[in-house]
């Protein structure tokens, strides 16, 4: 193993650490993988933390029947074979090695699958109508899963987010699914109502409004029991966002955006709203109550559009606030309403950040003991509030118990997460108005903390992101050809199912 110069890998480490795009920083960390001999490792299928020989062995069968044109066994290996994580390829320990990608045999039969999955697809083949194709794409595809992109609270540190969601799109990688709770419901409904020609303008900070923290004086404070302006959050909503309900978004973008918001009253559950929950619920409106952290904005009233569009109250007698209080991250619910297994959090809640940070410290005595202290408090101080909170009568004392025992039983990573450093600076202009350059520096904080994360993500979506992209263009065909099968070229031959 040839091993660089230091000097040579002094000069890498500071291109990366000076990256200002993607290709920049791709470029340094391939540069410091060769100087330091990780190249090697990449070539080298071997490894104990994946099922190689079982990947290698499965390659090999995948690459033949593509070769021979054989739809039906193709057909045949991919309903039996393909599910997610298989052979543990998703296993973290294949990313956190060789920074510019994982073993090239994962990679190498991720994009055989996907490519594989566009041929059954996009070729016109005999004997197989486009309906049977259709539902071969659902059923296949509903069982392998998908990835969804959630975005936590944090204040004006979810600026941040942007920053990923911006990596993550100009690298073709952005999931459909998009949630988001308190600030991070913000940046979903961004996202999530601006498609592909409109969402670039929102990169850029002169184009985006930030305003949404604006302290009340001491009286008006304390006549609406509040700290921050509710007319400031909702103007910077109402430009950055629009006036779209949530089934509207979705049909125009194709994106699914999810906004958590929690009840104010007790015998309620927190809602995940979305265009199947809450189809004609505003998404400012939804994000107005994720974002009402109790003590700084009054709790929110839901407002809908009507089947006439006049916009009206939604469950009139309900006031919803922040979606971090019981849940930041929903992936119980994303699972059940969308098909989603595969979750890449952007995390910026202050005070989850040190933990999440502690968790990347590494191998060793000093990180494995940090983290048994870490688990052994989150235990017992689940355990306390359970005793505190059985012992107590219905009252104040036991609805902020709830709110705080919410907060502590929460997951707060993803199977793939992004954070910021942590910097009290930041952390201070947490609830304050961002300059230009502030804002422009957050989110070049989000872009840099993606890219290490990109071909992570890459490959662990490859699968997915094609199934859905394959469903995408068959209803556009279902619609131009609703007569059945399109005969052409590659035949449908009738032979033995090969053996699993």
Request: charged share 25%; glycine share 8%.
């Amino acid at each position: 193993m040839v091993r660089g110069r230091k000097p040579e890998r002094k000069d890498h480490e500071r291109d990366l650490a000076n990256a200002r795009t993607y290709a920049e920083w791709m470029a340094a960390a391939t540069e410091l993988d060769r100087s330091e001999g990780k190249d090697d490792w990449r070539d080298d299928d071997r490894s104990p933390h994946y099922d190689f020989e079982l990947l290698d062995n499965r390659l090999a069968e995948l690459r033949t029947l593509r070769d021979r044109g054989n739809v039906q066994e193709l057909v045949f290996w991919l309903q039996e074979g393909l599910h997610g994580n298989f052979a543990n390829l998703s296993n973290p320990a294949l990313y956190g090695y060789a920074r510019s990608g994982t073993k090239k045999l994962i990679a190498s039969y991720v994009f055989e699958v996907a490519r594989v999955l566009n041929y059954l697809c996009e070729t016109e083949l005999q004997g197989i109508t486009i309906d049977e194709r259709f539902r071969f794409f659902k059923r296949t595809g509903k069982v392998f899963g998908r990835s969804a992109l959630m975005l936590s609270g944090g204040g004006a540190l979810g600026i941040f987010h942007l920053g990923v969601i911006k990596a993550l799109w100009l690298a073709g990688l952005l999931p459909r699914v998009i949630s988001g709770s308190s600030v991070g419901s913000i940046v979903a409904g961004v996202a999530g109502t601006h498609n592909d020609d409109e969402l670039p303008s929102f990169f850029d900070p002169a184009h985006l409004n930030t305003a949404a923290w604006q302290s009340l004086g001491i009286l008006e404070g304390l006549k609406k029991r509040a700290l921050m302006s509710p007319q400031k959050l909702e103007a910077c909503l109402d430009d950055n966002i629009g006036a779209m309900s949530f089934v509207e978004a979705f049909q125009h973008t194709g994106r699914i955006i999810d906004v958590t918001v929690s009840p104010v009253t007790e015998h309620q559950q927190p809602r995940l709203l979305n265009y199947l929950t809450a189809p004609n619920v505003l998404v400012t409106s939804a994000a107005e109550a994720s974002c009402a952290v109790p003590g700084l904005f009054p709790p929110v009233a839901l407002k809908a559009k009507s089947f006439t569009r006049e916009i009206v109250p939604y469950l009139p007698t309900m006031r919803w606030q922040d979606g971090t209080l019981k849940s930041d991250l929903p992936m119980l619910r994303l699972s059940r309403l969308h098909n989603v297994n595969h979750y890449i959090v952007s995390q910026t809640n202050p005070y989850v950040l040190p933990f999440i940070r502690r968790r990347r410290a590494g191998k060793g005595f000093l990180p494995m003991a940090r983290g048994l202290v870490t688990s052994s408090l989150a235990v017992n101080s689940k355990h306390l509030l359970d005793v505190t909170r059985a012992h107590l009568n219905n009252g104040g004392l036991a609805r902020v118990l709830d709110e705080v025992y919410g907060i502590v039983d929460q997951r707060y990573r993803g199977d793939i997460t992004i954070a910021p450093k942590i910097e009290l600076a930041k952390i201070r202009r947490m609830f304050s108005e961002l300059s230009r350059d502030q804002v422009a520096e957050l989110i070049l904080d989000g872009e840099r903390a993606t890219w290490p994360h990109i071909e992570q993500i890459r490959i662990t979506t490859a699968i997915s992101q094609t199934f859905d992209q394959c469903i995408q263009r068959l209803k556009i065909s279902q619609n131009q050809h609703p007569a059945g099968p399109v005969m052409v070229s590659v035949p449908w031959e009738r032979r033995a199912r090969p053996r699993p």
